[in-house]
């Protein structure tokens, strides 16, 4: 009876080029996405120095101040005047 089982594995083909490209490609893709994935996740952190100068008040001389508020534009279509004949 145990001669009757086959217990050798499958032939299985040797991958071609094209699978082989594929494979590898599909690695590299993935390892790519985890990459960017964990540059979302865990951001770098600056550089104490522009860290530091972003957060200070600036001078008055280089803060612009913010200009008045604009005149307003009439949103009001203006009156249409009928032609005299």
């Given at each position: 009876m145990?001669?009757?089982l086959?217990?050798?594995?499958p032939e299985i083909?040797?991958?071609t080029f094209m699978?082989?490209?594929l494979r590898y490609g599909l690695f590299i893709g993935a390892i790519f996405q985890l990459i960017c994935v964990l540059a979302i996740?865990?951001?770098v952190s600056k550089s104490h120095?522009?860290?530091s100068d972003s957060f200070e008040p600036k001078?008055?001389?280089t803060v612009k101040k913010p200009r008045a508020t604009a005149p307003q534009i009439s949103k009001k279509p203006k009156?249409?005047?009928?032609?005299k004949r």
């Open positions: 145990a001669a009757e086959d217990f050798s594995p083909p040797e991958p699978e082989n490209v996740i865990l951001p120095k522009t860290d001078n008055s001389e009156k249409e005047t009928k032609k």
